[in-house]
C-alpha cells in the first residue's frame, strides 16, 4: 500500500442526557471526552497529533445560539491542550452539518499529499445544558483563552438573502417543509398520504435509537405517534410535528483520528483498527433558497453520491450500511431518491436514529455517523459504509464511503470543481422581488407558534414561469391542512414583503 494512503485509526463519542447544569460538561469537556475515546480506540497507538480540526460550534454559528457563559477563542488549541498535544495546524471548521465529513475528506487529501499525518476531527456542543443552565439563571465559566486564532476555511458563506429573510426562509424549521410540500406534490399526495409516508419513513429512525447508548431520546414511536399533533407534539410547521424536527438540544460530542499509512505503521495500530476512506465528493445547490431550479429534487446529492460511490469502484447495492442526513423528513426521501435507495431499504438509512431522535448536535451530527460508520465496518470486515453529510437547506452536500479492505495504488480523488461546474450549468428559474397579480403555489408551508397557525411562507410562479416569494395570514387553517401546490393565488407587492391573498 502507498504509505501516504489515508486512514481512519480512532473514533469516540459522549453523550450526556441526565447530569444537572451545575455539574454538566462543557463543550470543550465534552469535545475533548469524545477526542480522548478516538486516541484510545486507536488500540493503544502513541500518536502525536500535528493537525486538530473543530467542527464549528453553534454558539459561533449563529447568534441565535451565542452562550452566556464565555467563548472559545481557539478552540482547537484548546482542545489539543487539554489532550496533551501542540499540533502545528489548528483549524476551525466552518459552519453547515456537511462539514464533519467535508473535514474528514479535506483531511485524508492533505494526507496523501504529505501535508499532514496525525489528524484529529473533533466536534460537540451542550446545547442542552447551556438551555437549562441559563433558564436557571446560572452564572457557568465555560471560557477558554489559550491564545492565537485558527485557521479557517475563509469567509462564511450567506445561505439567505435579506429578501429571504423578510419572508421567514431563515430557520431550516421554516425552510424543509416547504421542500416537503413539492415533494408532496410531485408524488401526487393527498394529506393524509403526505403524514402515512413520513411517518413509516421516519418510524425505523426511532427504533435504531432506542438501541443506541448516545441517543438523546431513545425511546421508539410509531408512524402515528409521530405524525398526529397533540399537547406534547404540537405542530411546528406545516405538516412537521415537533417529533419530526432535528432536537438541537443534546449535550453530544464525537472524534476521529485519521493518519497516514507510514505513520500508522510506526506508532502501531493494529490492523483491525484501520478503515479506509474508499470514496467521497463535496458539491452544493445554488446557495439561495430562491435559485434551486426545483424543491423536490436535489441534482447535487445525486451527482455527489456518483461521485462517491465510482472513486469506491462500487455501486449503490453493494453497501451494507447507510447514514442519510435526518435533520427533516424531506432531506431522507430526497436523499434517498437521489442515491437510489428505497424508503423502506431494508438495509435502514440511519446509523444513530437520525437528528430528531438521536440529536442534532449543531454542525457535529455526522460525525456521530462516521462513528457509528467505522464500527460498523470493523465489525464485518469487508463491508462498505456510507454517510451523506447535509449543510444549509439541502444546500451543501458531502459524502464518504468506508470499508477495512486496503486501498490499492494512490490515493487521489477527482477534481471537486469539476461536478460543481456540471451543477452550476444547471437553469434556474427567474426571480422577482416585486411580483404584482395572479400567482400560484410552487411551495408552502405555514409555520405555527405554540401549536397554533402563525403565517404561510409561499413561494410563487407567475404566469411566465418567474418566481416569487410572499407570506400570506389568509386561511392559514385551510392551508395547513396540505394539498396548497399549484393552487391560485393574487400577490401584492410589498416594500419589504410581498403580500398573498388566497
Not at 408524488?187 to 432506542?210: D, H
Not at 448516545?214 to 402515528?224: E, G, K, S, Y
Request: with cysteine; aromatic share 6%; glycine share 10%.
Amino acid at each position: 500500500m502507498d504509505p501516504r494512503t489515508p486512514v481512519l485509526v480512532g473514533v469516540g463519542q459522549a453523550s450526556d442526557r441526565t447530569s444537572p447544569p451545575a455539574t454538566a460538561a462543557s463543550p470543550l469537556d465534552l469535545i475533548a471526552r469524545a477526542a480522548a475515546s478516538a486516541l484510545t480506540d486507536t488500540g493503544g497507538a502513541h500518536i502525536a497529533l500535528d493537525t486538530v480540526a473543530v467542527v464549528r460550534l453553534f454558539a459561533d454559528s449563529s447568534a441565535a445560539f451565542a452562550s452566556p457563559f464565555g467563548s472559545y477563542t481557539n478552540l482547537p488549541r484548546s482542545l489539543a491542550r487539554r489532550l496533551g498535544h501542540a499540533p502545528r495546524t489548528e483549524l476551525y471548521g466552518p459552519v453547515g452539518g456537511n462539514t464533519p465529513q467535508m473535514l474528514v475528506n479535506l483531511m485524508a487529501d492533505a494526507i496523501a499529499q504529505g501535508d499532514a499525518d496525525a489528524v484529529l476531527i473533533a466536534g460537540g456542543e451542550a446545547l442542552r445544558t447551556q438551555a437549562n443552565a441559563a433558564k436557571a439563571g446560572l452564572a457557568l465559566d465555560w471560557g477558554d483563552d489559550p491564545g492565537g486564532e485558527p485557521a479557517t476555511l475563509g469567509p462564511e458563506t450567506a445561505l439567505v438573502s435579506g429578501h429571504e429573510i423578510a419572508h421567514g426562509i431563515a430557520l431550516p424549521v421554516n425552510v424543509y417543509p416547504l421542500f416537503e410540500s413539492a415533494l408532496a406534490a410531485s408524488l401526487g399526495e393527498t394529506s393524509a398520504g403526505t403524514a402515512a409516508r413520513i411517518g413509516e419513513l421516519m418510524a425505523p429512525f426511532t427504533r435504531v435509537a432506542a438501541a443506541n447508548p448516545h441517543a438523546a431520546l431513545p425511546l421508539a414511536r410509531t408512524a402515528t405517534e409521530l405524525t398526529t399533533p397533540t399537547a406534547a407534539n404540537r405542530m411546528i410547521a406545516s405538516p412537521y410535528t415537533k417529533y419530526l424536527v432535528s432536537n438541537l438540544f443534546v449535550d453530544q460530542a464525537a472524534a476521529v483520528v485519521m493518519m497516514s499509512t507510514v505513520a500508522a505503521d510506526a506508532a502501531g495500530v493494529p490492523l483491525a483498527r484501520r478503515v479506509y476512506l474508499h470514496g467521497c465528493a463535496d458539491i452544493h445547490e445554488p446557495i439561495l433558497v430562491s435559485d434551486r431550479s426545483d424543491y423536490a429534487t436535489s441534482p447535487s446529492i445525486r451527482l455527489g453520491a456518483a461521485h462517491a460511490l465510482a472513486m469506491a469502484g462500487i455501486g449503490i447495492d453493494d453497501l451494507d450500511s447507510i447514514d442519510l442526513y435526518s435533520c427533516f423528513p424531506v432531506a431522507v426521501a430526497i436523499a434517498a431518491a437521489m442515491i437510489g435507495v428505497a424508503p423502506d431499504d431494508p438495509r435502514g438509512l440511519t446509523l444513530t436514529g437520525g437528528l430528531p431522535y438521536f440529536g442534532g448536535a449543531g454542525n457535529n451530527y455526522s460525525l456521530h455517523a462516521i462513528a457509528e460508520a467505522v464500527g460498523r465496518c470493523r465489525s464485518a470486515p469487508g463491508s462498505n459504509g456510507f454517510v451523506f453529510a447535509n449543510g444549509g437547506y439541502l444546500t451543501k452536500s458531502s459524502f464518504g464511503v468506508y470499508s477495512t479492505r486496503p486501498l490499492a495504488g494512490t490515493w487521489s480523488r477527482a477534481d471537486p470543481a469539476a461536478g460543481q461546474r456540471d451543477i452550476d450549468a444547471i437553469p434556474t428559474p427567474r426571480f422577482t422581488r416585486s411580483p404584482t397579480g395572479a400567482g400560484t403555489v410552487e411551495a408552502l408551508t405555514v409555520v405555527h407558534d405554540r401549536g397554533e397557525p402563525a403565517f404561510a411562507i409561499v413561494v410563487g410562479r407567475q404566469g411566465d414561469g418567474t418566481r416569487f416569494l410572499a407570506r400570506s395570514t389568509d386561511r392559514l387553517a385551510e392551508l395547513a391542512a396540505g394539498g396548497a401546490v399549484g393552487r391560485p393565488f393574487t400577490v401584492l407587492a410589498g416594500e419589504r414583503v410581498n403580500i398573498a391573498a388566497f
